[in-house]
């Protein structure tokens, strides 16, 4: 199986490649945010790197869907609905959560968002708390990309997240979220102003 696997939701975007029976793993780091999603340069980087990669070839695309930066999980569900359309290769969404986990079953996977955000999974479900404790009182090791605060057990190289989505979902495609629609944990409030 020949599989496409991109993370948007950080500031340096990840894209795994499964094709011919070979992993690839590509790391796109662009300051310019104007130039951060071109996907011109992205795939054709791919088809210089891989000799024999055709886009046409590749039987499912993956994308890490949030939490995190929604606006990478918004860019990266757009393009493969393109390809989608396009070439009629299926796509699935693959929860940061999930993918920090990876086969560690015994963990919490958690990431810390924007103020006192903290995203974490238990039992497959992702949830939403602004509370540490409530997380910590659950005596169960963590696992993340980030420890800033110090607190995770065994920290994730977050370069290697559309990796795993790869490995997940060839174990099972039932690793793959519900909908293909980025992955919203946090309630959305939207406040109408001056008007």
Not at 61 to 71: E, H, R, V
Not at 107 to 130: A, C, E, H, R, W
Not at 144 to 156: A, H, P, S, Y
């Amino acid at each position: 199986m020949n599989i496409l696997s991109v993370d948007l939701t950080q500031p340096i975007h990840y894209i795994s490649v499964l094709f011919s029976g070979k992993k690839y793993s590509f790391t796109f780091e662009e300051d310019d945010k104007s130039r951060r999603n071109d996907w011109f340069q992205k795939i054709d980087h791919i088809y210089n790197q891989i000799s024999d990669f055709d886009i046409e070839k590749i039987d499912a695309n993956l994308y890490i869907a949030g939490p995190g930066s929604y606006t990478g999980a918004r860019l990266a569900y757009t393009f493969l609905s393109s390809i989608e359309y396009l070439n009629k290769t299926p796509f699935y969404a693959i929860s940061n959560l999930t993918a920090i986990l990876g086969f560690e079953k015994n963990m919490i996977p958690v990431l810390f968002g924007n103020k006192s955000d903290i995203f974490y999974q238990i039992n497959g479900k992702d949830l939403y708390s602004t509370d540490f404790q409530e997380i910590t009182a659950l005596n169960t090791n963590l696992i993340g990309i980030q420890d800033d605060l110090k607190v995770l057990d065994k920290v994730v190289d977050n370069s290697g997240l559309a990796s795993i989505a790869i490995d997940l979902f060839l174990d099972n495609e039932e690793n793959a979220l519900k909908n293909n629609f980025p992955n919203y944990i946090k309630e959305l409030n939207y406040t109408k102003t001056n008007g």
